[in-house]
T-cell receptor
Framework: TQLLEQSPQFLSIQEGENLTVYCNSS?????LQWYRQEPGEGPVLLVT?????EVKKLKRLTFQFGDARKDSSLHITAAQPGDTGLYLC?????????????FGTGTRLTIIP | DTGVSQNPRHKITKRGQNVTFRCDPI?????LYWYRQTLGQGPEFLTY????????KSRLLSDRFSAERPKGSFSTLEIQRTEQGDSAMYLC???????????FGPGTRLTVL
């Protein structure tokens, strides 16, 4: 069973501060996705990383895939209240027809104005 | 709206009753996935279809659960003899192919009294 652990589980910071969320596993993934989920809605994809060591930027969000493709991080610069939400990492394996996403435990982020 | 749709959005039922949820994927998406998300956790994979074929089922999918996708378009998830532990958000996702992202629907929130 692949297990993705996210840390921290909860994070509450002031507007304008920077933060980093971590996603760790003992398994190697073909790709890793980051999602944001609002209450009562389904997850919305933010980014997919595929190559070990890959870094992707989405405005104030920076995503990094570990060299060994076992871990990832999400860094937010100058957080804004609109960044509030549940952030989920999800890994995918592509072997023997395995296509399911294995989700992390989630990080609930609250940005205080 | 051309996104993934799920009905109903909310379902309250009494223990022991049967419930059925429906998912309409994005048109031309041949892959359809069901996930379950309990409060404070990330989604957990239940099952997935490629066209009408159900290709993988999680251990979470007990014999009380059954999913179908009869014509390779919409899918239904039925839970028989519901238990309080079945209370969760049931999410559906679809994608065009294995190299494409999964798009999630808004989910069906089930409450078993």
């Amino acid at each position: 069973t692949q297990l993705l652990e996210q840390s921290p589980q909860f994070l509450s910071i002031q507007e304008g501060e920077n933060l980093t969320v971590y996603c760790n596993s003992s398994s190697v993934f073909s790709s890793l996705q980051w999602y944001r989920q609002e209450p009562g809605e389904g997850p919305v994809l933010l980014v997919t990383v595929v190559t070990g060591g890959e870094v992707k930027k989405l405005k104030r969000l920076t995503f990094q895939f570990g060299d060994a493709r076992k871990d990832s991080s999400l860094h937010i610069t100058a957080a804004q209240p609109g960044d509030t939400g549940l952030y989920l990492c999800a890994g995918e394996l592509r072997d023997f027809g395995n296509e399911k996403l294995t989700f992390g435990t989630g990080t609930r982020l609250t940005i205080i104005p | 709206d051309t996104g993934v749709s799920q009905n109903p959005r909310h379902k309250i039922t009494k223990r022991g009753q049967n419930v059925t949820f429906r998912c309409d994927p994005i048109s031309e998406h041949n892959r359809l996935y069901w996930y379950r998300q309990t409060l404070g956790q990330g989604p957990e994979f239940l099952t997935y279809f490629q066209n009408e074929a159900q290709l993988e089922k999680s251990r979470l999918l007990s014999d009380r659960f059954s999913a179908e996708r009869p014509k390779g378009s919409f899918s239904t998830l039925e839970i028989q003899r519901t238990e309080q532990g079945d209370s969760a958000m049931y999410l559906c996702a679809s994608r065009r192919g294995v190299d494409n992202e999964q798009f999630f629907g808004p989910g069906t929130r089930l409450t078993v009294l």
